[in-house]
């Protein structure tokens, strides 16, 4: 397994997740790692992605100012914190690297984000 994502779950209204992805060290390597989600009944859409040195990260307009990403490279992994999560929110999240900005070469399993109260 390249890509493997976890912290999914149930969460209200305003509350906090952090999901984790943790890489193979080639995958990890390749340039950038990022976070899609596809909510149901939509099309997969971008969330949050950062580059392999940590320091460059980009976010969609939707999730800026509540979701932070972040990356570990000893551990080989990037983490995605979710703050004053929203019913919208709710969707699988899927983690991704690729070469290019935005990183979509590789891809993980999704794992489920539920936003409810």
């Known amino acids: 397994v390249q890509l493997q994502a976890s912290g999914g779950g149930l969460a209200q209204p305003g509350g906090s997740l952090r999901l984790s992805c943790a890489a193979s060290e080639h995958i990890f390597s390749v340039g950038f790692l990022g976070w899609f989600r596809q909510a149901p009944g939509k099309e997969r859409e971008f969330a949050a992605a950062?580059?392999?040195?940590?320091?460059?990260?980009s976010y969609s307009d939707s999730v800026a100012d509540r979701f932070t990403i972040s990356s570990d490279r000893d551990k080989k992994t990037v983490y995605l914190e979710m703050d004053r999560l929203k019913p919208e929110d709710t969707a699988v999240y899927y983690c991704a690297a690729g070469s290019v900005w935005p990183p979509e070469d590789y891809w993980g399993k999704g794992t489920l984000v539920t936003v409810s109260s």
């Open positions: 950062i580059d392999r040195s940590g320091t460059k990260k």
